[in-house]
Nanobody, 120 residues
Framework: VQLQASGGGLVQAGGSLRLSCVVS????????MAWFRQAPGKEREFVAA????????YVADSVEGRFTISRDNVKNTVYLQMNSLKLEDTAAYYC??????????????WGQGTKVTVSS
């Protein structure tokens, strides 16, 4: 199973980015998917998660109203639309796949991460 995250980059505060995570060698529709992030010197933290069908989503309080998670099971891809970005959103963002929809780090597979840098 491979998860390939992309879409990170440098953006000004208030701007937007959309991250993508392509899942290969796995029927992604059977798995919950999630995004986590890790800033330098900090622990990896939950950002958002979505059920296998896309019918349930959860987002962290810190990104509520600004970030949206979605998925396209035909393309085996999960997305994270990030709007109104803040300096504190700067981090490496990781996608993950697992059997259980959860905000914990208890996911079976992890991508390599894509870096997001928000500048003032």
């Amino acid at each position: 199973v491979q998860l390939q995250a992309s879409g990170g980059g440098l953006v000004q505060a208030g701007g937007s980015l959309r991250l993508s995570c392509v899942v290969s060698r796995l029927t992604s529709g059977s798995r919950a998917m999630a995004w986590f992030r890790q800033a330098p010197g900090k622990e990896r933290e939950f950002v958002a998660a979505i059920s296998g069908t896309g019918g349930r989503t959860y987002v962290a309080d810190s990104v509520e109203g600004r970030f949206t998670i979605s998925r396209d099971n035909v393309k085996n891809t999960v997305y994270l639309q990030m709007n109104s970005l803040k300096l504190e959103d700067t981090a490496a963002y990781y996608c993950a796949a697992g059997r259980i929809l959860t905000a914990s780090r208890n996911y079976d597979y992890w991508g390599q991460g894509t870096k997001v840098t928000v500048s003032s």
